[in-house]
């Protein structure tokens, strides 16, 4: 069961409404997310892109402006390194575009996944410095100490773009940051920068680059809606928070989306082939539906295929390249179903605090999200490796009580190479050292019994009467939501259904139904409940009212129950009605 936490804030919630001509249960909420003062509530609550702070604050932009323009004047050669990810695909064609246009000799590169892993390797370097004047990283490089060390030999002049965080060495009980040493490194992360929003996508950066290039060559950033919208999209899928410059960010690249207003031929060639519709879409179908076909192609062949499809010109191509995403995609979820079901039941009875699990025989691709799936099943962070060749290579995912780059950077020794943040992290080391990690990383753990329970915050407890179509859509201006910024989640105590059934194809949903005090019935939804209805259901009624209930005879149960639920407006076939999504309950 999880455990469900009422936010609370001493807010003067009356005179917010007041101020901000918003209803209380909104204001509510933005104290509950420290938002307090008027400034700070109109910027949340109009993300406008004129809110967001000047790029030049950042540390080495105009350093590496310089490099760039030199370069160009020179007609040196420029390469950008990029990643195999969302946010790699999507910060490669920012930039190459942008190159390309200020007239820059361009190219890009991309690691293949399993040939080369993560980031800048000696081998490409090699290659590439035959080629090219000026090695650009984008969502990567910055704890490339010798891989840039390599470049800069060679003669390479090297700019690293990058957002995550810069390694360190414990000196004396203290952290000493280490940069790698590039001509230029852009990343807000680092501890000389004065950027005040440091949580933002390598492609926020990139496209915030972009726009700063424009200015500094004095050219029309017509590229700004096509550059935005892809910045949503990796924000989205490398689901950093969405607060501060993230919002406004998502919230203007979707609504552009929604308008079709991005110009982009390869992703819109995607759209149609994944048969979404562009006034519908939201933070959902970007970060589940479009984002797992981009990442696809990183992980089952090359991310090469998408960057092309997005530098696409010609229609046709576009939706040839398009489909094969689409295609890649439903090969990794085969993949993905199937050792995440195996290593869920692998992990379910070890007793480990830190679940560390090797599966030689699956694709090291899908390592993350098998991991992500183990951690969701069994709330504990969980490490999944897989053979690459001689080495293992793996990913970790978190949950919020523990720091796993923290923890793993503890043992960075044990590791060939390593880098990621709080929540997520990638390595590679050899087969032999993963007992030697899981032992280490157990040991050094300090998560107690509490931390392993799920917590659902609470908004506000309501009663069903305050529940209005008008304040569903009110809470649509808190959209988009996503990592930082949650869709709200209120409860209500002691209700009775009127009306419980299963629903759907796969048997697991539960429809229901609530009567108001003041007679008007709601209806909700359960999405992967009918187990735990079942199993309540057993403790509390005779064994022919849970057969009759299962079998679909039985649908007008009242029963007594406290639920926590979002609000939502539910359209089908052009028409609205208000709807509780459930995401808890207890009889």
């Known amino acids: ?10 807010a003067d919630i009356a005179l917010m409404a007041k101020t901000l001509k918003i209803s209380p249960i909104l204001c509510e909420i933005l104290a509950n997310r420290g ?9 949340y609550l109009h993300p406008n892109i004129s809110f967001m702070h000047d790029i030049a604050a950042m540390a080495d932009v105009e350093k590496a402006c310089g490099i760039i323009r030199e370069g160009i004047g020179k007609g040196q050669k420029f390469c950008i390194y990029g990643d195999y990810d969302v946010d790699g695909v999507s910060s490669t064609v920012i930039l190459h575009k942008t190159l390309l246009k200020l007239g820059a000799d361009s190219r890009y590169y991309i690691p293949h996944r399993e040939k080369e892993g993560y980031g800048l390797n000696i081998a490409a370097i090699e290659k590439l410095a035959a080629e090219v004047d000026v090695l650009i990283t984008v969502d990567n490089g910055i704890a490339a100490m010798a891989e840039v060390a390599r470049a800069k030999e060679l003669g390479l002049v090297v700019i690293i773009i990058d957002h995550h965080e810069p ?41 915030k680059f972009a726009k700063y290039l424009h200015e500094a060559f004095g050219m029309e950033f017509a590229e700004e809606p096509e550059f935005l919208t892809f910045a949503a999209i990796a924000a989205f899928c490398d689901v950093v928070d ?31 082939a994944r048969n979404l519709e562009y006034n519908k879409m939201d933070a959902f179908d970007i970060g589940f539906i479009i984002g797992p076909c981009i990442n696809a192609t990183g992980r089952l062949e090359s991310a090469e295929i998408a960057v092309g499809l997005f530098l696409c010109e010609d229609e046709t191509e576009a939706d040839a390249l398009a489909a094969r995403l689409v295609e890649l995609n439903n090969e990794r979820k085969e993949l993905t179903a199937k ?24 694709h090291e691709s899908i390592a993350g999200i098998v991991a992500g799936r183990v951690k969701d099943a069994l709330n504990r962070p969980a490490i999944v490796f897989a053979k690459s060749g001689e080495i293992a290579k793996g990913s970790a995912r978190s949950i919020e009580a523990y720091n796993i780059f923290e923890e793993m950077q503890k043992q960075k020794d044990l590791f060939i190479r390593f880098g990621g943040h709080k929540m997520a992290a990638g390595a590679s080391l050899s087969i032999e050292n993963i007992d030697a990690l899981r032992q280490r990383l157990n040991e050094t753990c300090t998560l107690i019994d509490e931390d392993f329970v799920p917590i659902i915050y609470i908004e506000k407890e309501l009663a069903l009467d305050d529940i209005t179509y008008e304040l569903a ?37 539960l429809r229901l139904g609530f009567r108001c005090e003041s007679g008007w019935r709601l209806r909700a939804v359960a999405f992967k409940s009918v187990e735990k209805f079942q199993a309540m259901l057993a403790k509390s009624y005779s064994e022919e009212v849970c057969k009759g209930f299962a079998m679909g005879r039985i649908r007008n149960l009242a029963v007594k129950m406290d639920i926590a639920y979002h609000i939502e407006i539910n359209t089908y076939n052009g028409n609205s009605s208000l709807q509780l999504r459930i995401v808890d309950f207890e009889f």
Do not use: H
């Open 473 to 509: 859509e009110s809470l649509q201006t808190l959209a988009p939501f996503g990592k930082a910024n949650k869709q709200p989640v209120f409860v209500t105590r002691e209700v009775f259904t009127e009306g419980v059934e299963i629903i759907g194809q796969s048997g697991t949903t």
């Open 35 to 43: 938002i307090r003062t008027k400034n700070t509530a109109i910027k």
């Open 339 to 362: 050792f995440a079901e195996e290593t869920i039941a692998k992990m379910a009875d070890v007793e480990d605090k830190v679940l560390v699990v090797y599966q030689p025989n699956m």
């Open 242 to 272: 969405l607060i501060d410059e993230n919002r406004i960010i998502t919230a203007n690249g979707l609504a552009l989306l929604r308008q079709q207003a991005f110009g982009n031929i390869g992703l819109k060639a995607l759209v149609k």
């Open 167 to 207: 390694p360190y060495l414990e000196e004396g009980g203290e952290r000493v940051e280490q940069l790698p040493p590039a001509d230029a490194i852009i990343d807000p992360k680092r501890a000389d920068c004065p950027y005040p929003f440091k949580e933002m996508s390598a492609a926020g950066i990139v496209y």
């Open 1 to 10: 069961m999880a455990r469900w936490i009422i936010k609370e804030n001493d």
